[in-house]
């Protein structure tokens, strides 16, 4: 019995690069091009197996029960699952550096705003940082099960003996114990957290004149960077299409310096150029191509944008 905790554990071996192109060749992956030497070395030092099978959930798979090849893998090559990776890489690093720059520039905004207004910014902090507390505290009075904490009051009390002890890991035992309780008594307190910030803004008459017009970045893809309406509709429900599109319009109305938007025009071409270099590799794959062309077209139109004096 005292051993079953550790056979949960490695109930799955762990397994080298050899093994694991094995195993995806098992789930019908081919390695026509790319050979099964070059995959174990991927494997071993570009990236790393699991990372890699997740995008195997982009391709179809064969459904009939009765075909001797049911569950595996339909035209699915080892180089198909490599290049998503390599692509979520590029992808990754220019997000990166365009929020860096959203940053930056809406710290400058807000920093100039306080100048021009003449308002005393620490007061003005001071003013934020109590409403979002009293905001909490109204939220916490309707939901908080009190019956519930109150309930956990004695083991609470236990602990807090613990607090005086002279050990510190007796001490930080304690602390995280409580912790641990104080976070399953708040778990799931603010699940409405988009919805309730927009709603916020939506009060005022300005910003809810904003958020009607523009509240859909696929509505802005289409007016602002005439992206054909027929694929964004084919890819609005694809969260990293919605996500890095609306990141796009942020950056292109709030970057205002002349050299970012040039860099950052660049930087969109360069990862346009490499979504593009391998697309015939996702051509019978509907969703992921679709994703992937509006994609790069978001990253087309936004650097054409960027690029106006």
Known sequence: MGDSGTATTRERPLIGAAQQVRHLKDRGVRFELTDEREAERFLRESNFFFKVKAFAKCFSRYTNPDSEHFGSYINLDFAHLAELTRLDHHLRETVLSLTLHIEHYMKVELNKMIMDEGDDPYELMASFFNSERERKVRVLEKRVDLDSVRSKAPTVMGLSGDLAAQDAETVISALASILHLASD?????????????????????????????????????????????????????????????????????????????????GQLRALRRRFMAHRDYFSKQGELKNGLAMLSEVMDKTADRLSRP
């Open 185 to 265: 008594s708040l778990d799931g307190i603010d699940p409405e957290h988009t919805e309730r910030s927009l709603a916020g803004l939506g009060g005022s008459s300005y910003t809810r004149g904003l958020i009607e017009k523009y509240g859909d970045p696929g509505h802005m893809a289409v007016e602002e960077l005439g992206i054909d309406r027929e694929l964004v509709s084919l890819t609005k429900r694809a969260p990293i299409v919605h996500d890095f599109t609306a990141l796009a319009l942020c950056y292109m109305h709030i970057a205002k310096s002349e050299n970012a938007r040039g860099d950052a025009a």
